[in-house]
T-cell receptor
Framework: GESVGLHLPTLSVQEGDNSIINCAYS??????FIWYKQESGKGPQFIID?????DKRQGQRVTVLLNKTVKHLSLQIAATQPGDSAVYFC?????????FGGGTRLMVKP | DGGITQSPKYLFRKEGQNVTLSCEQN?????MYWYRQDPGQGLRLIYY???????QKGDIAEGYSVSREKKESFPLTVTSAQKNPTAFYLC???????????????FGEGSWLTVV
């Protein structure tokens, strides 16, 4: 089936720096994308979403960019904090069903 | 508080036993889901339900069963037929049906199941 994947399994950043987590998707029919944050031993937490008719959406300290031409999604976290340390998943939907990527672990160094 | 409640948080199963994981939501969501997560891996869909008394198999339904007798409840039974049940199980829900794009899926805190 179609797949969603992440380029970097682990990302280490310095506290205060900006983080960029990338995701590639292969289903050109995907029309809705979600980023989740999962802390150890907990359920995924919704961060931000974007529809395919947009190329950028901003939240509090987070921005999601969508490039449909190359089927690429990214999550930018501004001024990364220790509390941002977690695994981040992208998920795409086609006809409403979610397909998850494998996740990227973000480690924030103090 | 509104949300999705899973119980128990930790569960141990003996070989040959069936166990049931509870999932309750008070978000008035129509659709509910069960996912399985293995260490260091993504989520895989076990079952989902769009409406009371209806549910559909996901990608890895073998060895699992569900029921949807009430809108707010979607229990998952891990049967003895599931040969490798040790995993982290996540229940989720969304306002609209799975086939309608744009319906954000929200997750519970998960249940750890270990075979002993």
């Amino acid at each position: 089936g179609e797949s969603v994947g992440l380029h970097l399994p682990t990302l280490s950043v310095q506290e205060g720096d900006n983080s960029i987590i990338n995701c590639a998707y292969s289903n050109s029919a995907s029309d809705y994308f979600i980023w989740y944050k999962q802390e150890s031993g907990k359920g995924p937490q919704f961060i931000i979403d974007i529809r395919s008719n947009m190329d950028k959406r901003q939240g509090q300290r987070v921005t999601v960019l969508l490039n449909k031409t190359v089927k690429h999604l990214s999550l930018q976290i501004a001024a990364t904090q220790p509390g941002d340390s977690a695994v981040y998943f992208c998920a795409e939907t086609s006809q409403g069903m979610l397909t998850f990527g494998g996740g990227t672990r973000l480690m924030v160094k103090p | 508080d509104g949300g999705i409640t899973q119980s128990p948080k930790y569960l141990f199963r003996k070989e040959g036993q069936n166990v049931t994981l509870s999932c309750e939501q008070n978000l008035n969501h129509d659709a509910m889901y069960w996912y399985r997560q293995d260490p260091g891996q993504g989520l895989r869909l076990i079952y989902y339900s769009q409406i009371v008394n209806d549910f559909q198999k996901g990608d890895i339904a073998e060895g699992y069963s569900v029921s949807r007798e009430k809108k707010e409840s979607f229990p998952l039974t891990v049967t003895s037929a599931q040969k490798n049940p040790t995993a982290f199980y996540l229940c989720a829900s969304s306002l609209g049906t799975p086939r309608r794009s744009g319906n954000t899926i929200y997750f519970g805190e998960g249940s750890w199941l270990t075979v002993v």
